[in-house]
Nanobody
Framework: QVQLVESGGGLVQAGGSLRLACASS????????MGWFRQAPGTEREFVAA????????QYADSVKGRFTISRDNAKNTVYLQMNSLKPEDTAVYYC?????????????????WGQGTQVTVSS
């Protein structure tokens, strides 16, 4: 069983930056592709970014390309999401997720493990 705990959310002004972290309790973290998703009130959970097991492959939603960067440290069992140039439309609860897929996947149904989420609020 993999447990995921997000941290790093908060309130930031438009144009600012935040770095989210997601720590895994499992000893098999390096065997999971990892992803970040987000969900704003009244909307579907949407893909943000994903990274393969070895960090050799990454995927990004078009809305965050060039602003967000996903990375992982397998020695620390942690995946990160660096968010720069934040916009009010980035406001959402951000979730990290783990998948047994080999490579980065954008499909939320490929992820079996989910964290509880962390709130990100971007003020205009």
């Amino acid at each position: 069983q993999v447990q995921l705990v997000e941290s790093g959310g908060g309130l930031v002004q438009a144009g600012g930056s935040l770095r989210l972290a997601c720590a895994s309790s499992g000893r098999t973290f390096s065997t999971y592709a990892m992803g970040w998703f987000r969900q704003a009130p009244g909307t579907e959970r949407e893909f943000v970014a994903a990274i393969s097991r070895s960090a050799g492959n990454t995927q990004y939603a078009d809305s965050v390309k060039g602003r967000f960067t996903i990375s992982r440290d397998n020695a620390k069992n942690t995946v990160y999401l660096q968010m720069n140039s934040l916009k009010p439309e980035d406001t959402a609860v951000y979730y990290c997720a783990g998948s047994t897929f080999l490579t980065a996947t954008m499909n939320r149904y490929d992820y079996a493990y989910w964290g509880q989420g962390t709130q990100v609020t971007v003020s205009s």
